[in-house]
Nanobody, 119 residues
Framework: QVQLQESGPGLVKPSQTLSVTCTVS??????????WSWIRQPPGKGLEWMGT???????YYSPSLAVRTSISRDTSKNQFTLQLTSVTPEDTAVYYC???????????WGQGTQVTVSS
């Protein structure tokens, strides 16, 4: 069964770049018709979709975050990485990666990793 595991810095200073990597096992991130997404949940708030990278490498971003967001992949390591620039304390959240489908079902998810933005 496919498994996803997030890895992040834990703590990032304001104005710096947040980088979180998702390592996928049990499936290839290049498999046709699968998509790989980043979702975050700030404390006390709901889930927020951030962006997605498709099986051919195309990327899609939330309009509210697009100017600060970049998703890339390393197919040799079966990993995809989220970068969020110019972070503020409002970017503090649990960051999740998840596999998506062409029809928009997010399954499975990683466990999530806490990232705190603070000086």
């Amino acid at each position: 069964q496919v498994q996803l595991q997030e890895s992040g810095p834990g703590l990032v200073k304001p104005s710096q770049t947040l980088s979180v990597t998702c390592t996928v096992s049990g499936d290839s991130i290049t498999t046709d018709y699968y998509f790989w997404s980043w979702i975050r949940q700030p404390p006390g708030k709901g889930l927020e979709w951030m962006g997605t990278i498709g099986y051919r490498g195309s990327t899609y971003y939330s309009p509210s975050l697009a100017v600060r967001t970049s998703i890339s992949r390393d197919t040799s390591k079966n990993q995809f990485t989220l970068q969020l620039t110019s972070v503020t304390p409002e970017d503090t959240a649990v960051y999740y990666c998840a596999r998506d489908r062409w029809y928009g079902a997010l399954d499975p998810w990683g466990q999530g990793t806490q990232v705190t933005v603070s000086s």
